[in-house]
């Protein structure tokens, strides 16, 4: 998970960073209905779009976009992570991955018609300079779309909160909603081939006291299947499109310089 803040550009996101093999089987369990993929085709559609994902680590969903978007720009502050990023996409003629931070996008103003960032600003306040540099770099009309974890949604959410007992879901909703964003809930199914795999994923999410709890109500969940294990995941999905003309002017002036 990355956090931007106010007064910091990058916190460490402790599963990517440390445990990079076992983050790309997590990326495989996750969302296995493509429930998140649907929604966002639909919301924000990218055929013939410029796409930047903010905070792309090893560019686990830069292919996805470029199977119709025009372009595709990758965004990461972690050297290894952008190491291996470019080494996915290598040879791939509308997919760059380039080092940048939320804060310092390393795009030009009024470049781009979609900015993805999954699981890039869960804390919702301090990530305001986050948010206005990635409307510096959208087209008027273009759209930020944020796509994090909801911790109203148990088992998943419950063990998030019993991580981050100062997290303040309310005070994280109003926060977007005053920024302007729409958000939508839903639900997907993550998906282990065996509990060898359910334990070891879970065990790089969640502090070892948490992470036991985990693993222990997963096992409960699934008693009696044979295919595997799953484990139903809310996500918010948080939408704002950049005003055109005069919007764009009031929009700026109601929130501060945006661009």
Known sequence: MKIFGRRVEVV????????TELYEREN???????????HLAAQVPWPAADVVDVGCGDGF???RFAATASSVVGVEPHPPLVRRAQSRVAGHPRINVLRGT???????????????AR?????????EPGLREADRVLRPGGALVVVDLDTRKPPYGDWMLADIPHYRPDEV?????????ACHRLTTRWWFPDRASMEAILRIE???RVAARAVVETVRLNRGRTDGLELPVGYRVLVRRKPVGVRAAKA???RGTLV
């Open 102 to 116: 939320a804060q310092r996008l390393p795009l030009p103003d009024a470049s781009v018609d979609l900015v993805h």
């Open 12 to 19: 460490p996101s402790p599963n990517i960073w440390y445990h």
């Open 61 to 63: 969903h830069l292919l």
């Open 119 to 127: 699981t890039a600003y869960f804390f919702g306040p301090g990530c």
């Open 28 to 38: 495989e369990a996750q969302d296995v209905d493509d429930v998140l993929w649907e």
């Open 252 to 254: 700026s002036a109601g």
């Open 206 to 208: 969640f502090s070892p």
């Open 173 to 181: 909703d109003r926060f977007f909603e005053r920024e302007g964003f």
